[in-house]
């Protein structure tokens, strides 16, 4: 595992780093999730992203995560982990539990340190902006989160190119620079490419790619059908039915193909494809088991594409 450093600033990153947005919550078990963290970190993973509401059980992914830490990372090996955790989508009812206020973010980055057991976190992000909160609010907010020490970084998620222009440019006042942002980003999803890419590039902001496999889509799980027990047959998932059209299973066939001619799988060349961009400090993965963290972790081997390569992608996405 090689490690990038985050924009311009002193912190490193692995190439791959473990989301835990599924299977470490309430319903999940906890022991095949450990065994994942575990294996992760053995094999170089350093950074562990959760938000206040991961789990089936808004917090419950932290809470687990917390007690996986207090078992398995005390003392100096606390030091070798980069932790994140996020606010800004709905976390409980009522007027103070959801969006972008100070109000909501400082209180639920409270309630993150405590279900984690954590002195401080790493990074903690503003989730989403908010189009009813000034975005100096939210931002002071992520200032105050760093300088009393619950913080070491501030990041930003799913801002978009002038969302994240702004923020940036507001942090740098409040002597607390954007680390990171997190967008959505993978071979279906490039919006990231619309001026995103260029304004963290520009600022010295790093950027960590999630939802690289496109909720599954970019594995070899949906070449045919929609298989029972996967994230598109469960009708409150993230990823439904209808976003599996006929022309995306065609995309991800000839994708495939590609991936087997470079003697990788579609998840791993999709993965490696992400990072070839070196304003991509990270790619955020999930995993179900130690077998598939494995897995996924090979893309780092075959890093390098030829323009024919290249090209040969972008023709079967723009399709």
Known sequence: MDYNRCGRSGLLLPQISLGLWHNFGSFDD??????????????????????????SVPGSAEE???????RNFQGFMRDQLVISTKAGYKMWDGSYGDWGSRKYLITSLNQSLKRMNLEYVDIFYSHRPDPKTPVEE??????????????????????????????????????????????????????????????????GVGCIAFSPLAQGLL???????????????????A?????????????????????????QTLAQMAIAWLLKDKRIT???????????????????EQLTFSEEELQQIESILRE
């Open 138 to 203: 939210t931002m002071m907010a992520l200032d105050y989160a760093v300088k009393s020490g619950k913080a070491l970084y501030a990041g930003i998620s799913n801002y978009n190119a002038e969302q994240a222009k702004q923020a940036i440019a507001i942090l740098k006042d409040l002597g607390t620079p954007c680390l990171i942002h997190q967008p959505k980003y993978s071979m279906l999803e490039r919006s990231p490419e619309n001026g995103l890419l260029d304004v963290l590039g520009e600022n």
């Open 239 to 263: 990823l439904q039915t209808t976003d599996i059209t006929e022309e995306i299973i065609q995309k991800i066939q000839l994708l495939n193909q590609l991936a087997q001619k470079r003697n």
């Open 30 to 55: 906890l022991h095949n999730a450990e065994q994942i963290i575990i294996n992760a970190f053995d094999k170089g993973i350093t950074h562990f992203d959760l938000a206040n509401n991961y789990g």
């Open 282 to 300: 990270s790619v955020l993965i999930g995993a179900s088991s130690v077998t598939q963290l494995y897995e996924n972790l090979k893309s780092i």
């Open 219 to 237: 594995t070899s799980r949906y070449l045919k059908e929609i298989p029972a027990g996967s994230r598109a047959s469960n009708p409150n998932g």
């Open 64 to 70: 687990n995560f917390g007690s996986i830490v207090q």
